[in-house]
């Protein structure tokens, strides 16, 4: 309602460019173009503000001089949860085959996540590679809303994830592949393929569908993510 006020986007840091996902989003939703008015800039560039809104989170947001503030007040988990619900809208979840991915720079990804179409998972030895429609940043998207869960279902039980990087992940069902043949695997492609700004983890993870739990594997045995106690450690293999 641009005849009632004005919004402002600001930092403490300025981009060589604005978020490119906000600027294609406004092009196919509202057909404006965000780069040819919008720049990043400083909080100390912007006009006398008459109302600023933050959300909390536990933290300490910049003063930024105003006539009214309110602060939502949201708790760190909920704004979490909600940046991967928006994640998921703006890049979903894609799983790629790799005979499609190669001399196609177009291919988008196979769409796994929809309940009223029959897809199958690979379940062989090569895996299957997990990432985002966008195939930037990828490796999120096992964390997205549904997606451990569907996987699971596709696999019929529990799933291995190895990082080769920070934009895809491997799926590979527990009947199927050794976690230390995969932890070997992974050093070998982290060190020969995987760019030192690309490097995510050199741990091999496993999904249990039972408790919808992720577990690191560490020597012979997987531990629940976060859990403090060696005598937690399940023996999983």
Known sequence: ASDVFESYSAGTQTVPQINQDAVRLMKQLYGIDMEQTQYSKLLTELPPIDIVVTMGCNVNCPYLP?????????????????????????????????????????????????????????????????????????????????????????????????????????????????????????????????????????????YCQETGDFMVYKGTVFLQVGGPHEEDEKETK
């Open 66 to 206: 105003c006539k009214y503030r309110e602060n939502w007040g949201l708790d760190e988990k909920t704004v979490f949860e909600a940046a991967l619900l928006n994640t998921y809208f703006i890049s979903p979840p894609r799983i790629f085959l790799w005979e499609k991915l190669i001399g196609n720079p177009e291919y988008n990804g196979e769409c796994f996540m929809d309940l009223n179409q029959e897809f199958e998972l690979r379940r062989e030895n090569v895996g299957n590679c997990l990432s985002t429609v966008r195939r930037t940043n990828g490796a999120v998207a096992v964390f997205l809303p549904g997606v451990a869960k569907r996987l699971a279902e596709l696999m019929k039980g529990d799933f291995y994830l190895v990082f080769t990087s920070i934009h895809e992940v491997m799926v590979h069902s527990v009947r199927m592949a050794y976690p230390e043949d995969l932890q070997e695997v992974l050093r070998d492609t982290l060190r020969e393929a995987t760019p030192e700004e690309d490097f995510l983890t050199d741990k091999v993870y496993r």
